[in-house]
């Protein structure tokens, strides 16, 4: 099923150029329904409070980390269907290997372009 | 029985002389070792304006970004309002001229998203700067241990004044304080007669 515009998308970085720019591609890429979060606690916070159609989230934050953060959706009943890309700069096989055991829908290494993310959400959303 | 004693003391004397000797060189070792890890907190502070520094750098460059991207969806809606206009009085030539314009400066919307992606950069920066920060008060932390443990002592601040990572983080030190603003620059300009 193609992707709803109107989904709201929650983008998940600590860092505010990051949110910054994923929030600008996901504009051009006809997105417009964003929020954000700093870390995966929050992420969760809000997740929990309103309804979402897609994450997007970085890996290393504080608090709570992106991979603990997308444990966290798996493992809730009303979350565990939720789409999650994670877009980070770790970028080891090991890493890439833990977001699959923990259930990533897809995986994007920093630096990334609007194409990769555009290629990953069509695969996400077939 | 006398034998052995004398061989035993002999032993323990050249043991307290080389404790003795080691002693000392940790000493001479030891205020440069106490400067050098008081240092370190600067050093790491600095590391730390450039994270700033870079935000700031990339958050201004988004901006500018955001806003040439703004105009141009206005601007590609007016143009597009008018090739609509043009069709609907049979402008042809002059509709498809516009819409080839139209076509030409789509071309540079996915040039904006591709420097908004580029300034990614300052993400891998920015925490390739909080790693090297860690190291270094991790290391800050054991030149302290050293310290305490062989109670060496830092013989005033002379040592803080030597050599070159001393010297450097002067400067830093200095260009904060006495970075001079254009103004001032163009001042001092006009003084010596530039105009």
């Given at each position: ?16 150029t990051m949110?910054?720019i ?88 920093k630096p ?15 | ?53 870079t935000?700031?750098g990339t ?58 992606t580029a300034l990614s950069f300052q993400d891998l920066v920015a925490?390739r ?67």
């Amino acid at each position: 099923m193609p992707a709803d515009p109107n989904m709201k998308i929650l983008v998940v970085d600590d860092m505010s150029t990051m949110r910054r720019i994923v929030k600008n591609i996901m504009k051009q890429l006809g997105f417009a329904n964003i929020e954000e979060a700093e870390n995966g606690q929050d992420a969760l916070t809000k997740l929990h409070a309103e309804s979402y159609g897609f994450v997007i989230s970085d890996w290393n934050m504080p608090v709570m980390t992106g991979i603990d953060m997308l444990r966290a959706i798996r493992a809730d009943d009303k979350l565990k269907a939720l789409p999650v890309l994670m877009v980070t700069a770790e970028a080891q096989k090991e890493n890439l290997i833990e977001a699959i055991q923990a259930g990533v829908s897809n995986y994007i290494v920093k630096p990334f372009t609007a194409e990769v993310l555009q290629e990953k959400m069509n695969k996400i959303f077939k | 029985m006398l034998n052995g004693k004398v061989k035993l003391y002999d032993e323990l004397g050249e043991l307290a002389r080389y404790l003795e000797s080691a002693m000392r060189k940790m000493a001479e070792v030891g205020a440069p070792m106490a400067a050098d890890s008081a240092q370190l907190p600067q050093a790491a502070a600095h590391l730390l304006d450039l994270n700033k520094m870079t935000e700031e750098g990339t958050l201004e460059v988004m901006r500018l970004t955001e806003i040439i991207q703004d105009n141009r969806a206005r601007a590609a809606k007016d143009l597009a309002e008018i090739i609509s206009i043009l069709e609907a009085v049979d402008c042809q030539t002059l509709s498809g001229r516009l819409g080839k314009t139209v076509n030409e400066l789509a071309q540079d919307d996915k040039h904006l998203m591709d420097i908004m992606t580029a300034l990614s950069f300052q993400d891998l920066v920015a925490q390739r700067v909080k790693k090297l920060v860690a190291i270094v008060e991790d290391v800050q932390c054991k030149l302290v241990e050293l310290v305490v443990v062989f109670g060496l002592k830092q013989d005033g601040t002379a040592h803080e004044t030597q050599g070159k990572a001393g010297e450097m983080l002067r400067q830093l030190e200095a260009s904060k304080s006495t970075a001079i603003k254009q103004d001032l620059a163009d001042e001092l300009l006009s003084e010596f007669g530039f105009k």
